[in-house]
């Protein structure tokens, strides 16, 4: 995988996860015009599509759009499955995951999302495991901010 | 100092602005606070003030100014800090930056963390956007890790190591060692990750691959953990809709891929669990689909059995009946990719791959359409074109043009009947005309020419066709070359196919200057108007002064191209009348030009295809020179070779003598080889130049060859006398004496020649352009004739004269060469 997208149907970007070197100002002009493009797709229509030399793979739940870029020889059944298996573990974490989750936790979604995928492939295939780093690591922050002077959990 | 606003704070404050200047304000008054704050260097709250800059990076706001920062939380001992220095990291820092290099002493430390959680930030880290230098550093330490027993940190330590050799393809090798006993993992993290690193090695080096075939044999530890995934029963860490990690079981099938193919051995090994996924997985969703899929993929690509491969067309087929769109999408991706080694088996699929190019999605239309392309065959054309043409009708425009293209290269392959196939382009013209891409043009025209039957039916259609509609400019080009050419057989209402239509001549003129003066025409249209309309001025008979008007208006036309063939045509009509009939005389069948695809360019020789003629401005002389050209290859196909030189050298201009001399100009006295400076054309046949040069072009004295009389008709009589080369045997000099036993002179003689194509023909100037009466003098010119081919000499010869105030023409065969003259 190249990158993904997530954004809403008004085009706003909620995560952007790049696995290629792209400049600022790059990455800003592929989101716009892919942004555009998918937003312009109709209900009827696939889920893939050719953008420049990239397959793109894009589905979307309820408000928000996600949306990868792979690579010709990457399956891109399989990748539904990836971003449907993404949905879900956001959706175990937040308890019925919306897009306002996402939008006042983005970090904590990074964080899910370096758990599932990294360097663009898979890295963890139970849903279980992914779920019980997460919660480990939370766990860390937590006990950490505790040790270090009892600031309130939420340190952000 | 207060504590800096929280993030969430923030976040809900920022979706409170209601315009973009107002969000834009919160922005900048935030953007202030937390540069102060970090300028104070508060570590209490510095991953607060780097996260809050990463939700405004991601709003679309310049955050540079946090790129040490995040540098610092990485550094700092909080895991809180770490995360989000990391996450900023990875948002803010990318390897242009020289920043980034700093962040390296950073990971190599949190990768020999005591928390594991922290060595997976950095491996994570790493492995996403890892330059080249700091994947040379930290490589020791990847690999170090890849041999842990830690399931948690060996997959991360996979898939960074992933990343590194995609970055310094040369640290490949010292990975090897490592990937030893990845397999023997019972951790499906671990063992999905593996296979994607043994996949990326694999894929690099041929050496690792032949390595990992032969001494690992990859091949069985790959197929028993699929047999196993297959086989077990339920398990719910892994399970998706009843199927067993896919993820992993198509990241199996991948590699599996890469390993079998091109060999034998290994292809065999996978032979039988290929036909087991194939037939075994669940295809109501999308996952068991998706492995169905890399399956398919994997049996295409490797050294399968036919039956393995019939029954992959055969899922791909089934594919294509899916009610998911993705599902048919992907299937006609497959067998466009399969169509030419497996044509066969997609051939049995095509009434549904036909039915998809009436789908809803884009895609999946072009899809159809390419595939529908190759399947086209002699035995399903007349089907397969009727669903074509019916699609060309009604798809996006953005299509039109690929799909006209790939109509006309399938007709011209395996077109049934010629009146198919005039009707298959009449029907394109019709409905995409303004599709067709430019260089189909010269091509139909060539096509239509080459039906010599068809003329008559041709015409009528087109001429029908552009009665109503003249906006569609390739349509509207073919049908005025056409009319032009074949305007005769339109208002005799010659047509066999169909029930003639009775047009008058006026009425063809009525629609030429319609396309002519429409603002819709474009320049070149124009041009082929103009010369359709000068054409028939020899075809038609009752309007030949309106076509005088028509063409003297356009003397004064604006547009230059027009301009200079109106002021042409004109002077035709005014100084040269006796030479337009044989100047707009019909084309003759043009040889046939191999098109390489839609996009090629046709390009013939620019002598022989009436396109310049009709597209480029020509200089007056070599105008009539290339017709003149096509003249002397009427008898089947065209000598390629141009026998005109094309400079107009400064000859006298007599009326009739003009054209001759422009066929020959080697000087009379027989000077040698400075001919070829005079003469641009770098096709001058060199048996012109030799051998004869020195001996008298005119040899009267019969050297054992007996002449013949060529033609005698109404007082004209033409005799040939033959001479052969000494030093050329191929070469025969004819000299012909042209006589009149009338009791008047003939004038503006021109006397033409023609040869088949395996001759080479060169005619030298005349002596003069008047035969006088009483046979009290001739005309002598001289024919060389090149045969290397040692054929029976055959030529034709057309003579135009005036005599008694009347212009004549005559056509003539001359068979009786003796044959001395050609052995």
């Keep these: 995988m190249q990158f993904m997208l997530l954004f809403s149907r008004q085009g706003k970007l909620r995560l952007q996860k ?35 030399d990239l397959k793109i793979v894009y589905k979307r739940y309820a408000s928000l759009y996600f949306c990868c870029a792979i690579e010709d020889q990457d399956n891109e059944l399989i990748t539904l499955e990836i971003i449907h298996r993404y949905v879900e573990l956001l959706d175990k974490y937040f308890g019925s995951v919306c897009e306002l989750d996402i939008i006042f936790n983005f970090e904590k979604a990074y964080f899910i999302l370096d758990e599932f995928l990294l360097g663009g492939e898979v890295q963890e295939t139970s849903k279980k495991n992914v779920l019980k780093a997460i919660e480990q690591a939370d766990l860390l922050q937590e006990n950490q901010n505790e040790d270090w002077g009892g600031l309130s959990d939420d340190i952000l | 100092m207060p504590a800096p606003i929280r993030l969430r704070e923030l976040i809900r404050t920022i979706r409170t602005a209601r315009t973009q200047a107002e969000e834009r304000e919160m922005i900048q008054k935030e953007c202030a606070a937390i540069r102060s704050s970090f300028r104070e260097e508060d570590n209490t709250y510095r991953c607060r003030n780097v996260a809050k ?44 930056q020289d920043v980034h290099l700093l962040m390296t002493n950073c990971i190599k430390n949190d990768l020999n963390h005591s928390t594991q959680y922290v060595q997976g930030l950095a491996l994570c880290t790493l492995g996403c956007m890892g330059s080249s230098e700091m994947c040379r550093d930290l490589a020791g330490e990847v690999e170090k890790l890849l041999k842990t027993s830690n399931s948690y940190l060996r997959k991360k330590a ?155 067309i055969n899922i791909l087929g089934r594919f294509l009946l899916n009610n998911d769109k993705n599902i048919r999408y992907v299937a006609l991706t497959s067998l466009l990719k399969t169509v030419q080694t497996d044509h066969n088996a997609v051939q049995r699929h095509r009434s549904t791959i036909v039915d998809c190019l009436k789908d809803l999605d884009v895609s999946i239309k072009r899809r ?198 109106a002021v042409e045509y004109n002077a035709l009509f005014k100084k040269y009348d006796h030479m337009r009939s044989a100047l707009l005389e019909r084309m003759p069948v043009m040889e046939k030009v191999t098109t390489n695809g839609p996009t090629d360019i046709v390009q013939t020789n620019g002598e022989t295809e009436p396109a310049p003629l009709e597209t480029k401005p020509p200089p007056s002389g070599p105008q009539p020179a290339s017709q003149a050209n096509d003249l002397l290859d009427l008898l089947g196909g065209n000598d390629i070779t141009p026998i005109i030189p094309t400079v107009p ?72 006398t033959f001479e052969r080369s000494n030093t050329n045997p191929s070469v025969t000099v004819i000299t012909i004496q042209a006589s009149n036993s009338t009791e008047l002179d003939m004038t503006d003689f021109v006397f033409q020649a023609a040869v088949p194509k395996t001759f080479q023909l060169q005619l030298l100037s005349p002596s003069s352009s008047i035969v006088p009466a009483f046979n009290t003098g001739t005309i002598t010119q001289v024919i060389k004739v090149l045969n290397p081919q040692k054929q029976q000499l055959r030529m034709r010869i057309k003579l135009t004269y005036n005599h008694k105030g009347s212009a004549m023409q005559d056509l003539a065969e001359v068979n009786n060469f003796p044959p001395q003259s050609w052995q």
């Design chain 2, 158 to 312: 996979a898939l960074c190591a992933v990343h590194v050799i995609r970055k310094v393809p040369e640290l490949m090798e010292m990975f090897l060692p490592a990937t030893k006993n990845l397999l023997n993992e019972k951790n499906h993290g671990v063992l999905h990750t593996s296979v994607v690193l043994l996949t990326e090695m694999c894929e690099r080096s041929p050496d690792m691959l032949a390595h990992f075939r032969k001494n690992e044999k990859l091949v069985p530890q790959l197929v028993r953990i699929l047999k196993n995934l297959i086989m077990s029963g339920y398990s719910p860490e892994h399970d998706v809709s009843g199927i067993s990690d896919p993820f992993l079981q198509v990241r199996i099938l991948r590699l599996l891929r890469i390993l079998g193919r091109n060999d034998d051995d290994s292809s065999e090994a996978m032979n039988d669990i290929l036909a087991q996924v194939a037939t075994n997985t669940e295809t109501s969703k999308n996952v068991g689909n998706a492995i169905l899929y890399e399956t398919v993929l994997t049996i295409m690509d490797i050294k399968s059995e036919s039956g393995l491969r019939v029954l992959a």
């Design chain 2, 368 to 565: 159809a359409m390419e595939l529908s392309f190759a399947l086209v065959n002699g035995n399903n054309i007349r089907g397969m074109m009727k669903e074509l043409l019916y699609f060309l009708d009604s798809c996006e425009p953005e299509f039109k043009a690929d799909c006209a293209s790939g109509i006309f290269l399938a007709a011209e392959k395996y077109a049934p009947s010629k009146r198919w196939h005039i009707d298959t382009i009449m029907r394109v013209l019709t409905t995409a005309g303004s599709y067709v891409r430019d260089d189909a043009v010269p091509n139909l025209i060539q096509l239509i020419t080459n039906s010599v039957e068809m003329h008559a039916y041709t015409v009528q259609r087109l001429y029908k066709a552009i009665l109503g509609d003249y906006s569609q400019q390739p349509l509207v080009q073919v049908a005025a070359w056409c009319i032009g050419e074949y305007g005769d057989l339109l208002v005799s209402g010659q047509c066999e196919e169909e029930e003639p239509i009775q047009v008058t001549e006026d009425e063809v003129l009525d629609i030429l200057e319609s396309v002519l003066i429409s603002n819709m025409s474009t320049s070149v249209t124009r041009g082929y108007a103009l010369t359709a309309i000068m054409k028939l001025s020899t075809r038609f008979s009752c309007t030949v002064n309106r076509i005088k008007k028509v063409v003297s208006i356009y003397g004064s036309s604006i547009d230059v191209e027009l301009q200079q063939r």
């Design chain 2, 53 to 96: 800059l990463l939700y405004m990076h991601m709003l679309g706001y310049p955050a540079h100014f946090g790129q040490l920062e995040c540098l610092k939380l990485i550094a700092s001992q909080k895991f809180t800090d770490k995360r989000i220095g990391y996450l900023g990291a990875m948002l803010l820092l990318d390897e242009r």
């Design chain 1, 18 to 52: 790049w696995y290629v070197p792209l400049s600022d100002k790059e990455k800003k002009k592929i989101t716009r015009e892919l942004v555009q493009t998918v937003l312009a797709r109709k209900p009827k229509m696939c889920s893939f599509l050719e953008w420049r």
């Design chain 2, 649 to 720: 050298t400064s000859k006298p201009a007599s009326a009739g003598g003009e054209l001759l001399d422009l066929l020959g100009d080697l000087n009379l006295t027989g000077a040698p080889p400075s001919a070829p400076a005079s003469v641009p054309q770098l096709s001058q046949p060199p048996f012109l130049l030799d051998g004869l040069s020195s001996q008298p072009l005119f040899n009267d004295i019969a050297s054992g060859i007996p002449s013949i009389t060529a033609y005698s008709k109404n007082g004209l009589k033409i005799e040939f």
